[in-house]
């Protein structure tokens, strides 16, 4: 079955890095795009960046551009989130996701998260 299993996150200090590192399993990674969202308390879940399976192109929401990098590896299955210079405001919850089409439907697979919290 499909699996997610984020790791990376924990406790840095505001201008820090982290990188997050999302490992795939249970389907074809190289076939599918990846995508990093966010949850932070009392939020509702948004879009951070995502990359697809075709060409490896790259989208960001406007509030991590420049700051935040997303690449995979699909030798060990993996996707990336490298975040620089955080910000209090990057404190979150941090979801793996993907999609897979079954017949008519888009079927969406999340892993546990893992949370990164930004604080002096």
């Known amino acids: 079955q499909v699996q997610l299993v984020e790791s990376g996150g924990g406790l840095v200090q505001p201008g820090g890095s982290l990188r997050l590192s999302c490992a795939a399993s249970?389907?074809?990674?190289?076939?599918?795009?990846m995508t990093w969202y966010r949850q932070a308390p009392g939020k509702e879940r948004e879009f951070v960046a995502t990359?697809?399976?075709?060409?490896?192109?790259?989208n960001y929401a406007d509030s991590v551009k420049g700051r935040f990098t997303i690449s995979r590896d699909n030798v060990k299955n993996t996707v990336y989130l490298q975040m620089n210079s955080l910000k209090p405001e990057d404190t979150a919850v941090y979801l793996c996701?993907?999609?897979?089409?079954?017949?008519?439907?888009?079927?969406?697979?999340w892993g546990q998260g893992t949370q990164v919290t930004v604080s002096s």
């Open positions: 249970g389907f074809t990674f190289t076939s599918h795009a």
């Open positions: 996701n993907t999609k897979r089409s079954i017949g008519a439907r888009i079927i969406d697979y």
């Open positions: 990359v697809t399976s075709v060409d490896d192109s790259t």
